[in-house]
Nanobody, 120 residues
Framework: QVRLVESGGGLVQPGGSLRLSCAAS????????MGWYRQAPGKERELVAS???????NYAASVKGRFTISRDNAKNTVYLQMNSLKPEDTAVYYC??????????????WGQGTQVVVSS
């Protein structure tokens, strides 16, 4: 079974840093785009950053310049380096992968989410 496993969330003070990881495992033929989304209480889930198989990235305006997304194709893993964290970054962060398993088409898979709390 295809699954995404996230790690790296936790509590950090404003101005601090965290590094999130998400590894895809199972019967995977190929992975196209991988990305990170987040959802804060009372808000809709929003895109934080994404990266294509070719290495092209895009970021939400609120995190641009502070967050960096990267991937290791050999490990089927995507990372999110978060620097200069702010209280408004507090949210549950979800990993998503657009991948092909046994089917001929690509579909989205989601991780379970990891909590990030930025507070003094």
């Amino acid at each position: 079974q295809v699954r995404l496993v996230e790690s790296g969330g936790g509590l950090v003070q404003p101005g601090g840093s965290l590094r999130l990881s998400c590894a895809a495992s199972g019967s995977i033929f190929s992975i196209n785009t991988m990305g990170w989304y987040r959802q804060a209480p009372g808000k809709e889930r929003e895109l934080v950053a994404s990266i294509t198989s070719g290495g092209f990235t895009n970021y939400a305006a609120s995190v641009k310049g502070r967050f960096t997304i990267s991937r290791d194709n050999a490990k089927n893993t995507v990372y999110l380096q978060m620097n200069s964290l702010k209280p408004e970054d507090t949210a549950v962060y979800y990993c998503k992968a657009d991948l092909r398993g046994s089917s001929w088409y690509y579909s989205d898979y989601w991780g379970q989410g990891t909590q990030v709390v930025v507070s003094s």
